[in-house]
Each structure stands twice: as C-alpha cells, then as structure tokens.
C-alpha cells in the first residue's frame, strides 16, 4: 500500500480549513435568508453554476442573481424556509493559488406552519478563487444523488 | 460593489472557530446524554433562552436546568433519543471580548426500537461569553423555521 | 461547581482538529464514492470494527475489507448511493498519543431515480493511531440510536 491516507493532498491548515468553512456557512446563509443579491455576490463575474437535471445550469453573475432572485420571490411567495447544509469538506489547493472544494449538500424545506421534509442530498464541486481578501466562486457544480 | 464577502467580520481564526466547533459538539452532546446539569452549568447564572412558541423561555441557570430536567426525565421514560446537530456555525467577535454565533440547528429523534424522524430545524443565536477557560451561554434565542 | 466545561479535555488546538475533521470527510468520502478498498486501507492491519446489531462486528483489515466489498457491490447493483454524515466532533488526544474521538453520524440513502430517506442516527466512537504522516482507524464502535 503507497496511499497516504491525511497526506498534503488531503489536510490543509486550519487556517485555511476554517476560513473556507466559515464562507459556506456565510454564503450559504445569505441564499436561505432570502438575501440574493449578496449571494450572487459570491460568485465571479464569469462563474459557472450547474446542476445537472434541473435549467442546466447558468453562465455569469447576473444570470445567476437574475435566477436567484427569482427563486427568492417563489420561495417567498410560497411561505417556505430552505437551509443549505454543507459539510464534510474536503479542500485541495491548486497550483495557482485557487481552491477545489468538495461539500456534502443536504436541502431541507419548512413551509409556514408544516413539517420539514428533507428535499435531498448533492455533492457540490466548487472552484473558489481569491479575489484580495475574500473567496469567490468561480465555478459551482451540483451533482444530486441518485440522478 | 463594496461588499467584502470574507472580511474580517465573516472569518474569525482557526483557533477560535475550533474552540467554538468543539464547544457546541461538547455542549449539545450533553444534552443528547441525558446530563441536564453538566448542561445546564453551561449557561451562565443570569442566562436568558428564549424559543419563541415554545414556553416563552426561561431566565437563570437555574430555571434553565429545572426545565431541561424535567424534560430528561420524560425523554427517558418516553425511550427516546434526542440529537441536536449544531452546524454552519458563523462566529461574530464583539468589542467586548463576548461571542455571538449563529448556528443551524436539526433535531433528530429515535424511539427505542422505531425509526428516525426528523424533528424540525431552527437557527440558534448564542451569546457567549468568556468564563476563565471556557465558554458560557448568557443568552441563547432559538428561531424554529416555518414559524 | 467544579467543573470546566472547555478545558483541555475538551478542547484541542485547531490544527488537530482541522486535521480530524479532513480524515473523515476524506475517509467516509472514500466509503460513499463506493472506493471499499480505499476505505478499507484507512483501518490498522488488527482493526476491530464494531456494530452490535448488525453482524457482529469484524476483526482486522482484510475482513473489514471483504465486507464493505460486499457491501460496495450490493449497493451499485441496488442502484443505491449512501451518504455518512460525521459531525459534532469531539477529540480526545490520549497520553500515547493516540486519539479518540466521538462523531454524530447520519446516513442517507438515495435511490436511483428516488426520493431520500434518512436512514438513522448513530454515534461513532474510534480510535485512531497515527502511521507516519497519516491516521488509521485502530477500533470503531458504532452505538445507533434506539438500540
């Protein structure tokens, strides 16, 4: 056996570790508390988001606020609170200076004055780059389980 | 756009954010095990927790443990497990020296030989504040979605 | 009181915990990608596995290696993929150097084309030796909820 299980390519520094965890909570926080436009924010002005299955996915930041805010409106309208759930991050630094993440996602939906259900689970496949001291997301990718 | 998505008001260092990661793994946990005290000791003497919808809250560690009591007793008579998952934990410094955190929080449910039900999910806002080496909630406010 | 609810029992430096954290979302990562061989590596030569319950549990590497083959193949040929939730992480550095360690663990099951179910709740409890640069699963005792 050569693998090597915790070696450089699987742990990075707790420094890096928790402020790549402190963004999800923070992005993903502004997207279930109806706030698009700062979610939309969070991505470069050329991002890439995809989800395969579901409107094949959107190129640009304004064609990703303008499918966000719409979402906002729907969900609002609706009465129905969704939280992201990301976690079991995985971070691999790339030579550039940027970051490939990996995230378990779980969705989870209330309605006003009903049950939780549990919406489902994705895996999501970012390429976050610096942008001076914050993160954005250049490219998101969704894979939903059992698609 | 002004907005800084990674300042320094949304990343807190790796040494304070893993203190509090492992504050609320450990402070829940003893809830989930059925020690009301050890959970009560750590709130503070003068704490508030207040769930709205729910009994109206209570004020003073001693009113906290008096009712997280009474409700390990009815939980063990009842053959159910409790977990509480605290996660996407965003951690805010105050001028101070206190915490204030947001959490996501999911209840989980298990009755003696049944299967899992998913409770509800609520955001937790906590004050901490700094007790000599540790941790103390002076004020918890629980914020139940599709209320 | 005498007691310390965030002392060094309870609390570790972050690079420790950071790096823990990446373990098991690197190692049930490898389990729920369907990578049994992988996953199997990330357990000592004598590791014992244990599930009351469910089979028994399981002594040394290459056991716990035929099983979750087995495993791996009846969930590829079900269609099913499986997704290990670890969270609420608590380390406890030992005087050997060792750790031991309690995760909150959730499993959630999607079928192909299907809807996600929770499957249920459990508490995983290891003990992981360092091997060189890496960690190895020495004994996990896995405690489901309701049991």
């Not at 050569?2 to 997207?31: C, H, I, K, N």
Request: contains cysteine; proline residues 6%; charged residues 25%.
């Amino acid at each position: 056996m050569t693998r090597a299980p915790l070696d450089v390519e699987t742990s990075v520094p707790a420094e890096l570790y928790a402020d790549v965890q402190q963004f999800y909570a923070w992005q993903m926080g502004l997207l279930d508390d109806g706030k698009p436009d700062e979610w939309a924010d969070t991505f470069t002005v050329d991002a890439v988001f995809g989800e395969p299955g579901k409107a094949g996915g959107f190129s640009g930041r304004e064609a990703i606020r303008a499918s966000v805010r719409e979402r906002a409106e729907r969900l609002a309208a609706e009465g129905v609170v969704i939280r992201h759930w990301f976690s079991m991050l995985v971070v691999r630094p790339q030579p550039d200076g940027t970051l490939r993440t990996r995230n378990y996602a779980l969705t989870l939906a209330t309605p006003r004055g009903g049950a939780l259900t549990v919406r489902g689970h994705a895996v999501c496949h970012d390429h976050l780059v610096p942008d001076g001291d914050r993160l954005l997301v250049a490219h998101r990718l969704i894979l939903p389980d059992g698609r």
